[in-house]
């Protein structure tokens, strides 16, 4: 099966400007996260959706950050305006069970930089 | 508070020795799960291994094993016969239960380098 698909994996652009991040899971997997790892710290959540509801959206850092399931399938996260302390690495992972622990299933990344 | 701490930023090891990544943790909660994933060059992640807080062996998956010590909250990894492929970032995690809303947490991460 096709795993977690993260586009793009690299994306630089101007502080002020627009940058949409999408992640299309594994199919059949109704939880989807979105982690970031910034400056080489700890990788921090930001928000999971189970199908296309925001089940937790706690970690998203403040309202330049948007997330969207439509459909339950893929899932993108707009950052508008970029602040320069947006740039890091951008994770996406999905799971089939929530309540359980089993192990997600993480994309490559998507590596922003705000310039 | 910090939940996760994994005080090696770096670790060398030489190829075929085992080596042990470090990793505490924090919670309340009594049902919870740990687990170690992998991250390579290349940038994915790769779970590793995982074990549940109720569980009483310790996890092991191939060259890997968790040594859990409940008591003191520690969930080290140890790696055995260390190959030049396994220079990579790992990171420790934890999962709490329904108190914890099912998050799961992870570590600032140790960058481990094989040397041949």
């Known amino acids: 099966e096709a795993g977690v698909t993260q586009f793009p994996s690299h994306s630089v652009i101007e502080k002020g400007q627009t940058v949409t991040l999408r992640c299309d899971p594994i199919?059949?997997?109704?939880?989807l996260y979105w982690y970031r790892r910034v400056m080489g710290k700890e990788i921090k959540f930001l928000l999971h959706f189970v199908k296309e509801s925001k089940q937790d959206e706690s970690g998203m850092p403040n309202n330049r950050f948007l997330a969207e399931r439509t459909g339950g399938t893929y899932s993108t996260l707009k950052v508008q305006p970029a602040e320069l302390e947006d740039s890091g690495v951008y994770f996406c992972?999905?799971?089939?069970?929530?309540?359980?622990?089993?192990?997600?299933?993480f994309g490559s990344g998507t590596r922003l930089t705000v310039v | 508070a910090q939940k996760i701490t994994q005080t090696q930023p770096g670790m060398f090891v030489q190829e075929k020795e085992a080596v042990t990544l470090d990793c505490t943790y924090d919670?309340?909660?009594?049902?919870?799960?740990l687990f170690w994933y992998k991250q390579p060059s290349s940038g994915e992640m790769i779970f590793l291994i995982y074990q549940g807080s109720y569980d009483q062996q310790n996890a092991t998956e191939g060259r890997y094993s968790l040594n859990f010590q409940k008591a003191r909250k520690s969930a080290n990894l140890v790696i055995s016969a260390s190959q030049l492929g396994d220079s990579a970032m790992y990171f420790c995690a934890m999962r709490e239960g329904e108190a914890g809303g099912f998050k799961t947490i992870f570590g600032a991460g140790t960058r481990l380098f094989v040397k041949a």
């Open positions: 992972a999905s799971s089939q069970v929530y309540q359980g622990f089993s192990g997600y299933t």
């Open positions: 919670t309340s909660d009594p049902s919870y799960g």
């Open positions: 199919s059949g997997h109704d939880n």
